[in-house]
């Protein structure tokens, strides 16, 4: 009888696990400013060119989610509105917005932890990144350090019903 083996983590694998870790110490900055908990980093030639996390609260922009600032920060770094040859690791599956901004921007790939199964438009709702009605088609990683990403989210938003549900019960007395 031949033993199961466990597959060793290969070494890309290792290099997306690395930048997704630094895209979740940015979602905790982001919960800490109450913000829904997404961090993003855009990568060049192995090294962070730009970050984000979620403020649109915190800036009063609808635009100014994780991806968007991450992006704006790196077209800055390299001198270029085209991002080729970049990587964006993101917390949470792009919105459409976001999708549109990955594919305008030329990001060659994306990786991602959790998805976004209301608005998700990278594969779970629907997938702008790899449509043939598009100029630019951008690769897509999901499910890197999924289980982190998703519980912080998860626990976010549970946060805020209890919240809400507790001014709510103040209100009423």
Do not use: W
Not at 7 to 13: H, L, N, T, W
Not at 69 to 85: D, P, Q, S, V
Not at 120 to 137: R, T
Not at 150 to 164: D, H
Request: hydrophobic share 40%; charged share 25%.
């Amino acid at each position: 009888m031949s033993e199961l083996s466990v597959a060793e983590p290969s070494m890309s694998d290792k290099v997306d696990e690395h930048f997704m870790q630094r895209a979740f110490e940015l979602a905790q900055q982001a919960e800490s400013h109450n913000e829904i908990p997404v961090g993003a980093v855009v990568v060049y030639q192995d090294k962070i060119v730009g970050e984000g996390f979620n403020q649109s609260i915190m800036l009063n922009d609808p635009s100014a989610h994780a991806e968007m600032l991450a992006i704006r920060e790196a077209g800055k770094a390299l001198n270029n509105y085209r991002l080729l040859n970049c990587t964006l690791y993101v917390t949470l599956e792009p919105c459409p917005m976001c999708a549109g901004l990955l594919i305008h921007s030329r990001i060659e790939r994306i990786v991602y932890a959790s998805a976004d199964l209301k608005t998700g438009a990278a594969e779970s709702v629907f997938n702008l990144l790899d449509n043939d009605k598009l100029n630019h088609k951008v690769k897509i990683k999901g499910k890197v350090m999924n289980e982190q990403c998703s519980e912080l989210i998860s626990a976010f938003f549970k946060r805020r019903r209890s919240e809400k549900k507790a001014n709510k019960n103040s209100i009423n007395f």
